[in-house]
């Protein structure tokens, strides 16, 4: 089964593949104890897929900057993005800020005055599984008034940033996409037709955390569930233990 962040990194992968267009720019970082840019915006879609290749469990370690990050990133825009196009962020982590000078509101403020207020702006933070802390995701979002989501697992990324996609088009262009197989080939005719490119990122957490198993099955006393050999099979080890005590 896959990691997190491999999980992750495919979800984004089979976002640029659909949605990349030849004038369209994208943008990757990273944040975990620390924030840093492993691919400037750039208009090549093959590039994009390279940065997001090298991107693995090794790349993973620390702890979890999320507000800081996410305001070095909304400054990264500021700086680099063209102001003549939407600016699209998406943001993914899957735990709880334990490393950031800001808190929750005052990055939502941030948010509000510097990027959000720009109504060709898009930000959309996704937390996934458990361990997000979501009455501070709501706390963030309601200060600056961007959609917060959240999915169980990182699996469900990938549909996660289709949907986005068909919301951010249709307030774009100004047209109704339904959301079906056909998406992807809509969404780009919808756009080509309005001769509307942008600017987007994705701000991916690279915490230790996102080694782990993209979806973690529980048993009924919510414990985590390990596989057995094979693979067709799981376990829960602490309440198969107590059956073979008594």
Known sequence: MASKIESAVKA??????????????GCIALFSNHYHVV?????SEPQMLRSLSVIDNRSCDGMTR????????????????DRSRPWL???????EDNSSTRSATSTGRVIMQTYN?????????????SE??????????????????????????????????????????????????????????????????IDYAFLIDVSGSMTEKANVYKCFANHAMSEMAGGAQWQCNICDAHKRGS
């Open 132 to 197: 997000v802390n979501q009455s501070k995701m709501k706390e963030m979002s309601d200060a600056g008034g961007f959609s917060y989501v959240h999915i169980d697992s990182m699996e469900e990324l990938k549909k996660m940033l289709v949907l986005i996609m068909v919301q951010v088009t249709q307030q774009i262009v100004g047209v109704s996409v339904e959301t079906n197989a056909f998406a992807a080939m809509m969404l780009q005719r919808q756009r080509g037709l309005a001769n509307r490119f």
């Open 117 to 129: 207020g720009e109504s060709s702006n898009f930000i959309f933070v996704i937390g996934v599984g």
């Open 89 to 95: 962020l998406f943001v993914v982590t899957d735990g």
């Open 12 to 25: 984004c992968d089979s976002f640029v593949r659909d949605f990349h267009r030849s004038e369209d720019r």
């Open 39 to 43: 691919q400037n915006f750039t208009n």
């Open 66 to 81: 999320l507000y800081d990050s996410i305001v070095d990133m909304i400054n990264y825009f500021r700086n680099k993005g």
